[in-house]
């Protein structure tokens, strides 16, 4: 898949985030290594801080479909900044991609590419345990 296609399919999922509350509308594309992609957008709750991010969504529909090895993630906001993961995603996707590239856009499908080991450096991972 081209980095185009992996974008257009994050920026597809912002259609279907559910953010009442925000209105911070987020969608993601997982590639993993083999090629199969993984989508996901954010899903809001009453009680705010069972939220969970567009990525966390991407990652776990990923993981339980049994695919772990990514390689790359697209994540797209609907603002004029790029939209980078939070701190709690950084630190997911870091469990199994250390070495994963992330392309953030912004709501005109502009991309500020860079790696996770950018946005989370010396961090912490299984191999510490
Ligand atoms: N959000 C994501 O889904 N991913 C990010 O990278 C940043 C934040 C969501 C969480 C919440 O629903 C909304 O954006 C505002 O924080």
Redesign the pocket.
């Known amino acids: 898949m081209t980095q185009q296609e992996l974008c257009r399919l994050a920026m597809d999922m912002r259609s279907r985030a559910y953010?009442p509350y925000?209105k911070?509308t987020?969608g993601a594309a997982l590639e993993c290594a083999d090629g199969t992609v993984f989508t996901g957008c954010?899903v809001?709750n009453a009680a705010y801080g069972e939220?969970i991010?567009?990525?966390r969504v991407a990652v776990t529909k990923a993981v339980s479909e049994g695919h772990r090895d990514f390689v790359r993630l697209a994540?797209a906001?609907g603002s004029e900044d790029f939209?980078?993961?939070?701190g709690s995603?950084r630190q997911v996707l870091r469990e199994f991609a250390p070495g994963l590239e992330i392309l953030c856009l912004n709501g005109k499908g502009e991309v500020h590419a860079l790696t996770l080991a950018q946005l989370l450096p010396h961090s912490f991972g299984p191999e510490y345990l």
């Open positions: 953010a925000s911070f987020v954010n809001e939220t991010c567009a990525e994540v906001g939209c980078y993961p939070c995603c």
